[in-house]
């Protein structure tokens, strides 16, 4: 029971396609922690449903999960901080990025974000969870070729969800960043 924690990161559940229409997504987190995991879970719709582990990223878990697909612009990232992914284009991608935290002394803090976008095929993309002081957040940027090599652009379409879909379940935004 004590080594469940430790073992979550072998347990990537998220499907990737193999052919057809697809597009490269990494998952990034900037938590300097190396204790704290920041998990990236995927579902198959805005209500929580059908939910499935993409990668524990930063922390101590065990990341067996965590896997590299060859995308540009990540030599800034260590790479327990990464993990890419191939998902399905066309159809909306429904990920949630945040971390739980604590022990009987301190208390428990934790902060979701559950963000959905359209891949377009044959893009790459890059969610980035940041934490602040007192909230934290996901950014969401293309990757695309420039003349002087790849470069990040700011993906309009991702858009934050009003609640939270978390391990267990739907959560409201007031509590997932509270707690």
Known sequence: ???????????S?????????????????????DVVNVGVLSFTSEQCEGRKL????????????RKRIGMPLANEFRERDISEIYVESGKPLVFTMGFWSGNVYAGVATCHVTTTFVPAEDKMYEATFALG??????????????DSGFVRVKEESRRALPHACTINGLESQEVARAR
């Open 133 to 146: 002081r007192d909230s934290c957040g996901v950014a969401l940027n293309r990757i695309e070729k420039a």
């Open 54 to 65: 993409v990668a524990e990223l930063s922390g101590i878990a065990i990341q067996h999960n």
């Open 13 to 33: 559940t998220h499907p990737e396609p193999t052919t057809g229409s697809r597009a490269q997504v990494r998952f990034v987190s900037t938590i300097a922690s």
């Open 1 to 11: 029971l004590c080594a469940a924690p430790l073992l979550q990161g072998c347990l």
